[in-house]
């Protein structure tokens, strides 16, 4: 981290070499050039992060309280596509989500969708796809919390006449937010920093701060520009998750 | 609340993990003081700044001095040859018994050498190439290449500014000495050719696929209609389209001036304001068009012609230079330093410079070969050939595209060379274009 911010100080280039000079303003030009890829990144994020619980809650929930005997291999069937690299599973999405691919090709073919369709480029394919990569990391946590309540508190709550949803809302719920919790934290986090799902998914108006780290630091070779933006985004995501800890991590969620 | 008094069903180590607000204060500053006695090294080096080794040349007796290459010579060339290139690049002829692909001009060098050839199509941008190998390159270790073929351009520029290529020794490479053409000895980004012998040259242009689109495209601004919106792309690198925006707009790229930039510059922005333009491409977009992802995009000349005079599903490729000029730009063979088989690279080098190996390559790949005779044989095997070769030897031999017309050669620009500020002032101007 020190030597992070100890380069993003140094000024100079690739051909003559980098000095620490202590040039601040590294980090307002880096802020002023790419404030919109920050609040984009921040804003993606918390789109996986809200459409990863939505769908990954319903699955823990469903594997934690129906699962039965068979819990650990539906776990393990979840997880299987995962163990291809992240990379591959996000190229393998921009062929099946190819214009004439094997989704909108055939759609397309019998008429459902008009022949400029497409999800490529867009900002939705870089969300689905975060989200697709980032889903184990938002279900795990879940699971974890779900599967451990003590289904005597569900049998409990239904002997004093609550209904299945009123038992949900006031029992299952609260026992399992230390789930979500941990489950926006290791959803958010990854999702707000990725690039490589705007860089392949992506088109122009769906650039990440990932991208234009990645881009200052391999690219342009501008590493003081590049440490700078990747020192902002630490100190954003570390405040922000302390902030969090503290805010909603407290002892309630867990009593 | 004590851990004691947490509910039974909950794991509380668990929830220690996944939930504690805090780390203890005392542990914080534990990790923190070994963390920053781990960097302390680094931190201190940094801290002095990253001095660039400005190594222009070869040390005598060094790697790449005659001296050194003699000492090579006496070992003998390695059992095995990493070359490292671009896609749709090499010719191939169907698959052998074990399924690995036959290039015929790549197993004629093999058969005659008993050396191995690892034949790796990796390369897909010369940016991100050059991203990945430079960490290697900067520590002085292999990059695990043995040739690389690089565009003219900023990154081969800074590679020999930083010495991270072998200086040629061109006493070994007899078939170059005599078979290259004049357009390919002593270019003006590789004086005397000391680190670099050219592959293939090519041009950019514009590509389009007669299914979707009537064409001809032949300038830029065709590529912003409506009706194809979304089904566009431009290549997001530094050199093909900020030098091919200039000559759309009547600029010669060789004496262009910052402000002719600025004005490439508002021309590619308008594109991104456009909203029709799908990506800011590399050589992906060959994927891209091969699925019907693509309409219309720019495109490298053999990369197209290729696929529409080989596969019968891409033969309503088109390609056309556009009308303004275009740039010609050549890919460089070159061996990166700290190679582990640096005799073996150059001899399969020399080895493309034999006219019968060149004029396999040309037939193939309906790129502008670096040797003059190789053409000879091309347009031979030509009038030689009978049925569905000929009419395809024939599309090649007649190209001007392979064998450019004087009418076309007159359209030619080279990528502006940049020096010192340039470099940044050009990049802090276009990258950010490409990345939105």
Redesign the interface.
């Given at each position: 981290?020190?030597?992070m911010g100890?380069?993003a100080l140094?000024e100079?280039?690739?051909?003559?070499?980098?000095?620490?000079t202590w040039h601040i303003a590294n980090f307002s030009d880096a802020i002023s050039?790419y404030w919109v890829y920050f609040v984009r990144s921040l804003r993606n994020g918390a789109l996986v992060t809200i459409v990863g619980l939505l769908l990954a809650y319903p699955i823990a929930y469903w594997i934690a309280f129906y699962g039965g005997r068979f819990k650990s291999l539906f776990l393990f069937l979840l997880l299987l596509p995962f163990f291809i690299s992240f990379v591959i599973r996000t190229v393998s999405w921009s062929?099946i989500l190819?214009?004439?691919?094997i989704v909108f090709g055939t759609l397309k073919d019998i008429g459902l969708l008009p022949e400029?369709f497409?999800v490529?480029?867009t900002t939705f394919a870089v969300v689905a796809g975060i989200t697709y990569n980032l889903l184990p990391f938002t279900i795990l946590?879940l699971y974890?919390?779900l599967e451990?309540?003590?289904r005597s508190l569900v049998e409990a709550a239904k002997d004093l006449y609550a209904s299945k949803t009123e038992a949900f809302r006031k029992v299952v719920l609260p026992?399992s937010m230390?789930?979500v919790?941990?489950a926006i934290l290791l959803t958010f986090i990854p999702a707000t920093g990725d690039y490589v799902n705007a860089y392949v998914l992506?088109?122009?108006?769906t650039?990440m701060i990932g991208?234009?780290i990645q881009?200052e630091?391999?690219?342009?070779?501008?590493?003081p520009t590049a440490a700078a933006l990747a020192f902002i985004l630490m100190a954003i995501m570390l405040v922000g998750a302390?902030l969090y800890?503290?805010v909603l991590?407290?002892?309630e969620?867990?009593? | 609340?004590t851990e004691e008094q947490?509910?039974d069903?909950?794991?509380p180590t668990?929830?220690r993990g996944?939930?504690?607000?805090?780390m203890s204060r005392r542990q914080l500053f534990r990790y923190a003081g070994a963390?920053?006695g781990a960097?302390?090294l680094?931190?201190i080096l940094?801290?002095?700044?990253?001095?660039?080794e400005k190594k222009t040349g070869t040390k005598p007796g060094g790697e790449g001095s005659p001296e050194w290459w003699a000492e090579r010579e006496k070992e003998g060339p390695g059992d095995t040859i990493q070359f490292t290139n671009w896609p749709a690049y090499i010719d191939l002829a169907g698959r052998d018994a074990q399924g690995n692909r036959i290039r015929p001009s790549l197993q004629a060098f093999m058969d005659e050498t008993g050396i191995e050839v690892v034949y790796r199509a990796d390369i897909n941008a010369n940016?991100?190439f050059y991203?990945a190998i430079r960490p290697a390159l900067e520590n002085g270790e292999p990059t695990g290449h043995d040739i690389i073929v690089i565009t003219n351009g900023q990154e081969l520029t800074?590679m020999m500014?930083?010495g991270y290529l072998i200086e040629l020794d061109h006493s070994l490479t007899p078939n170059f000495n005599e078979n290259v053409g004049p357009a390919f000895k002593d270019p003006t980004y590789d004086p005397g050719n000391r680190y670099t012998m050219a592959w293939q040259s090519g041009m950019t242009g514009y590509a389009w696929n007669t299914k979707f689109v009537d064409g001809p495209i032949t300038s830029m601004r065709d590529l912003m209609n409506d009706e194809w919106?979304?089904?566009v792309t431009l290549f997001g690198n530094?050199a093909d389209a900020p030098n091919m925006a200039m000559i759309e707009l009547g600029i010669d790229p060789a004496t262009s001036t910052p402000d002719d930039w600025q004005q490439a510059a508002d021309l590619l922005s308008s594109?991104?304001d456009w909203?029709g333009?799908?990506?800011?491409d590399d050589q992906a977009y060959l994927t891209a068009i091969e699925?019907?992802?693509l309409w219309a995009t720019m495109a490298w000349s053999g990369d197209i012609i290729n696929d529409q005079l080989y596969y019968p599903e891409f033969a309503s490729f088109r390609f056309a230079a556009p009308d303004a000029g275009t740039v010609v730009w050549t890919d460089n063979m070159m061996i990166p330093a700290k190679a582990e088989n640096p005799l073996g690279a150059i001899q399969l080098m020399d080895h493309y410079y034999q006219p019968e190996i060149a004029a396999m390559l040309t037939e193939w790949n309906a790129y502008v070969s670096p040797v003059p005779a190789g053409g000879e044989i091309v347009k031979a095997d030509a009038d030689a050939a009978s049925g569905d070769d000929k009419k395809v030897l024939n599309m090649i031999a007649s190209s001007p595209y392979v064998f450019p017309t004087d009418e076309l050669n007159a359209k030619l620009h080279s990528y502006r060379v940049l020096e010192g500020e340039e470099?940044?002032q050009w990049?802090?101007l276009f990258?950010?274009i490409?990345?939105?």
């Open positions: 981290m020190i030597a100890s380069v140094q100079g280039s690739a051909l003559e070499g980098y000095r620490l050039q062929f190819a214009d004439s691919g400029r497409r490529l480029g946590p974890v919390s451990r309540i003590d026992l230390p789930g919790f941990a992506g088109g122009p108006g650039a991208n234009q881009l630091f391999l690219r342009a070779r501008e590493y302390i800890a503290r991590g407290t002892e969620v867990t009593t | 609340m947490k509910p069903h909950v794991d668990w929830l996944m939930t504690m607000p805090r963390g920053v960097l302390s680094s931190s940094a801290a002095c700044g990253t001095p660039a940016e991100d991203a800074e500014a930083l919106a979304g089904h530094n594109f991104n909203g333009l799908r990506k800011w699925n019907e992802d470099v940044s990049n802090d990258l950010p490409f990345t939105t």
